[in-house]
Structure formats: structure tokens, C-alpha cells
């Protein structure tokens, strides 16, 4: 009675009910909300209104029928947010309403897409990684491509006409590892914008670069050699002076957006979406279809005249390493409310245990802006050098990194870093997402799993949830993951009680249907090409068998 089975159809469970005939009327569109003190000037016809757009709360109207003759103009521009700018930040977004918990904010496709700097050869027009055996050569120039179908595609338009002119067709024929001609691609594409999309061209342009901070450092001489002086020699061209080579080289780095939906991922450059600003504790979450479209989307409301941010880094990672990344690859310390608190909001995510087996304290940084300086014990006042911290990190990094990713060994791991490392952190934090996935990985494992390790990934999986709702809660693919794992082993654990007693399981189901509920939640803009889709289809298929149980029950 249950069990949730697998085997369920949603079209079998999916109960339709009844709409509302919605009214033709524009309401529904761009509604008008009164706003009971300020004044302004209505966009059609100059007349004083209270009347704003409710959606983006920037444009007035003195009457519905105004509204809806300048929708037409009105629509690419109404947004729940505007572009605002200071000295500190420069360009950001803010809310310029309330947002509610789970609204699309943007949604917008790629100014330029192309492969990562460093990248072995892929296709040069889906982006999808190739075979030695099993592609084919562009007759024009010869990059590789997976198959006819992807000749034609725009992506591969600027590189192709530019190679044609050079003379000579390239020849790949190393196709393991990261491969030197790959590197310059997506700058060459960024180049060549004016040429294939204007428009675009005129964007990118806008997006700062950070050149003249840049400019000197040892990333900056790198990608001198081998994209700045390489695309003038390689391709035969003086289209590109080498200042304006190096500030697209710039551009693309601060800006560039790793997009999942290509097998290697490939970088994309977004142009409104460049304008969120960087928060290791962000508002907005951030997805993408299976067209490679971006979508910044609200998982918790956001209140008014809020700034929008989402993470340049991985919010996963602890502070130290997340500042190292910002720092090589955005050229900024992060000062956001996470970063500022050593403790990451009371979780200790990155603290280690006293080096005085003696005491229970953890230890931090001595300076809360400094994760690279001493660290103290914050009971007993013990003080240990920055390498003591850095030889543990080091190797309980690189276990992780070597280690055959069995139960035996996750286990195995946790066990041995717990003398160092307190349970939240997030190296053992890492092991127990390990572990909560592979044990009972599907749902006939699940009902076969001995009792201890069921309840050892019920207790794993809530503590995760608990511990990434607090410090990571934009981390929704993470988020709905451990959800539906959570959920499964409830709504078991659930099903093994049941069979054992008389007592009544709705508590014990309802709290399983709130995490299935979670997961959709969280998931819900997750195209079906990633694994989080299919896991989004089966939650809302467990969702509804859930549902049917209980209304039984």
C-alpha cells in the first residue's frame, strides 16, 4: 500500500481539474495596480496617473486601454527588476517589486556561445564532444563536426569564413586532452560578432572586461601567447589589433556562463544576466533549457529594492576556495554576508577540529577576512599556522579525488577524518552526498537495503538538506536531489513500519510528500536533458502516488 512504484504513469495518476475560463481581457497580461501616493506621467498620453505596470512597477498608465496599446512596446522591457549603478558595484540588478518564491525573473538566450578555453576538439557546431572515428570535416575549412546536421548551424559561421580566408583548412588529429586550437575559438567568435550578429556585436561590447586590471598579471601573459598573438599568426589576419583582442579575451572571462547542456559544457556569454551581482549566499538560482537559454528564477521570495545576485563560484565549495576562484577568475574578494562569517551562518562548513585532542572547539581563521592566515581554537584560544590547515585540507582533498567511490569507502573516509574535520564540512559533507546516492541508487535496492544503512541515508540526507537550505539555498539541483533521495527513504522506511504495526503512517507519508514536494519545487525549470529532469518527472509521479495513498489512507 506504500510503496511508490516506478512503474506509475503520471498520465495514470494526473487528475485535470477544472479551469477558470480566463476572461479576453488584458489583465492578465500587464496588470494596474494603484499607487496611493506618487504620481506620474502615463506613457501614452503624458496624463498625471497613480496607474504602474504591477509586473515591473517602471511604467505608468492613466487607463487599461493605454496599458494594452503600448504593450506591444512595452513588453521586452517589463521585468520585475532595473539596471541600476554605483561606483562600488557598477551595473546591478534590482527588484523593483516583490518576487514570489519560485517566479522566472530572466529568461535569455546567449549573445555568443562557444567551447571552453580549455577544451579537447568538439563539435563546432553543437559544442558535443567527437570521436577520432566517427565525425566528419567541414569542406570549407575543415574544423570538425559531428555530422551534416551541424554544418549549417550560425554557431559555426565566424570560425569557418575566417579559416576559408586564411588559405588553409585546419587539421585536428590529436583529439584526447585539452587540444591549443580550441582555445582561441570562442574569441575568435566573440570577434567576429559585428560580422555575424550586429546586434549581439553591440552588447558584448558594453560588458566590462577589466583589462586594465588584467592587464600584467600571470593569467593575462597566458592568454597573450595563446590567444592574443595566436590568432593573427594562426589565422593570417590583421582584422584584430591586439588591445582589442585582449579585452574580448577579458570580456569572456568575467562575463562567460559554463553551460551544461553540451557534453563537454561550453561557455556562453549572457548580456542582462551579466549584470547580477556575485553572492556566495544568492537570491537567484540559476537554470538552464535545452536550448541552452539562461533562467534566473526565485526559489524564496525577494522583497523590493533587493539586489539580485546569483554565485560566480560554487556555492558548494567552503570560503577559502571559493574566494581563491573569485579572485583568479572574476579578480575580486567577495564580501558578502556568507564570506564575512567565518562560521558560514553557524554551520562551521569550513571550520576544523581543535589541534588539542583535548578540547571540543573548532578552529577559524584568526582574521575573518583572511582564510589564508593563522587559524584559532575558538574555545581554548589554541593558535595553529595556515600550512597545519593547508596539509589537512590538502589530503583529505586529495582522498576524496582518488578514492573508488564505494559505500565501503565513503564510509571508510568518514571515519578517518572525523579526529580533523567536524561532521558539516564540507569535505565530509561531500562523501555523505556520495553516500546518500549510491546507497539503494534505485527503488528495488531500496526495498532490499538492510535497516542500518536505510536509516544511515535518512539521517545523511536530512542533515544535508537541512545544512544546503541554510548556506546554499540557490543550490536547487543539489537541493532537489537530496530531496528525492530523501523522500524515497522516507516513504521505505515508511512502507517497513506499516508492515510491522497497526499504527496509522500519515505523519511519517506526509513528511514524505513534503519533500517530494521540495524536490519538484526546486527542479521544476530543470529541462529533461539533465539527470535532475528525469528526476523532476518521476517526483511529480511519486508526488501524485503519494497523493492517491494518502486520500486512501
Not at 256 to 261: A, L, S
Not at 468 to 497: D, K, M, Q
Amino acid at each position: 500500500m506504500l510503496s511508490i512504484s516506478s512503474s506509475l504513469t503520471e498520465d495514470s495518476l494526473k487528475r485535470k481539474p477544472k479551469r477558470k475560463k480566463r476572461k479576453n481581457n488584458f489583465q492578465h497580461l500587464c496588470c494596474v495596480f494603484l499607487s496611493p501616493s506618487i504620481m506620474n506621467s502615463c506613457q501614452v498620453c503624458a496624463e498625471p496617473t497613480k496607474n504602474n505596470c504591477s509586473n515591473c512597477n517602471q511604467v505608468s498608465y492613466c487607463s487599461v486601454q493605454h496599458q494594452k496599446q503600448d504593450w506591444k512596446s512595452h513588453k521586452p522591457n517589463c521585468h520585475p527588476y532595473k539596471i541600476a549603478h554605483n561606483e562600488v558595484l557598477g551595473r546591478h540588478l534590482v527588484a523593483t517589486r516583490n518576487i514570489k518564491p519560485y517566479e522566472i525573473i530572466l529568461k535569455e538566450a546567449p549573445l555568443v556561445r562557444g567551447p571552453a578555453q580549455i577544451s579537447a576538439p568538439v563539435c563546432m557546431g553543437c559544442l558535443n564532444s567527437i570521436e577520432p572515428t566517427d565525425h566528419i570535416e567541414c569542406e570549407q575549412c575543415g574544423w570538425p563536426l559531428c555530422g551534416p546536421e551541424c554544418k549549417s548551424l550560425d554557431e559555426h559561421r565566424a570560425e569557418c569564413k575566417l579559416t576559408k580566408d586564411r588559405g588553409q583548412k585546419v587539421n585536428v588529429q590529436e583529439f584526447q586532452g585539452p587540444h591549443p586550437l580550441y582555445t582561441c575559438v570562442s574569441t575568435v567568435r566573440c570577434l567576429l560578432l559585428g560580422e555575424t550578429n550586429a546586434a549581439n556585436a553591440k552588447k558584448f561590447s558594453d560588458l566590462e572586461s577589466l583589462e586594465s586590471t588584467r592587464r600584467g598579471s600571470s593569467q593575462w601573459k597566458a592568454d597573450l601567447t595563446s590567444i592574443g598573438q595566436f590568432i593573427p599568426k594562426f589565422f593570417k589576419t590583421q582584422k584584430f589589433s591586439e588591445e582589442e583582442i585582449m579585452r574580448t579575451v577579458g570580456a569572456l572571462q568575467i562575463n562567460g556562463h559554463e553551460v551544461p547542456t553540451s557534453d563537454p559544457p561550453h561557455v556562453a556569454v549572457f548580456y542582462v544576466a551579466s549584470f547580477t551581482e556575485n553572492s556566495c549566499l544568492p537570491n537567484l538560482a540559476k537554470s538552464f533549457n535545452k536550448h541552452g537559454h539562461c533562467i534566473l528564477w526565485a526559489p524564496q521570495a525577494i522583497k523590493k529594492n533587493s539586489h539580485l545576485s546569483i554565485c560566480y563560484s560554487d556555492a558548494i565549495w567552503g570560503t577559502s576556495d571559493r574566494q581563491r576562484h573569485l579572485m583568479q577568475t572574476k579578480l575580486f574578494k567577495c564580501a558578502c554576508l556568507r564570506c564575512q562569517d567565518p562560521t558560514e551562518l553557524g554551520t562551521n562548513y569550513s571550520a576544523i577540529k581543535c589541534e588539542d585532542r583535548k578540547c571540543s572547539g573548532l578552529m577559524l581563521p584568526t582574521k575573518a577576512d583572511d582564510w589564508h592566515g593563522g587559524w584559532q581554537c575558538k574555545e581554548c584560544g589554541k593558535q595553529v599556522p595556515k600550512q597545519y590547515v593547508e596539509g589537512i585540507l590538502e589530503r583529505a582533498g586529495q582522498d576524496i579525488q582518488s578514492m573508488e567511490k564505494t559505500i565501503e569507502n565513503g564510509f571508510k573516509y568518514l571515519k578517518h577524518y572525523e579526529r580533523w574535520l567536524p561532521s558539516q564540512h564540507f569535505h565530509m559533507s561531500e562523501i555523505k552526498i556520495l553516500l546518500v546516492q549510491i546507497i539503494a541508487k534505485d527503488q528495488q535496492e531500496l526495498m532490499v537495503v538492510s535497516d542500518e544503512r536505510l536509516q544511515l541515508k535518512l539521517k545523511f540526507a536530512r542533515e544535508l538538506v537541512e545544512l544546503y537550505e541554510t548556506i546554499t539555498p540557490c543550490e536547487v539541483r543539489t537541493l532537489g536531489t537530496l530531496c528525492f533521495e530523501l523522500h524515497s527513504a522516507i516513504a521505505e522506511n515508511t512502507r517497513r513500519i506499516a508492515l510491522e504495526t497497526t499504527l496509522s503512517p500519515t505523519e511519517m507519508l506526509n513528511e514524505s510528500l513534503m519533500y517530494v514536494d521540495k524536490c519538484v519545487n526546486y527542479l521544476q525549470y530543470e529541462s529533461d536533458i539533465f539527470v535532475e529532469g528525469h528526476i523532476l518527472k518521476q517526483a511529480k509521479i511519486n508526488r501524485d502516488a503519494l497523493r492517491m495513498v494518502m486520500r486512501i489512507c
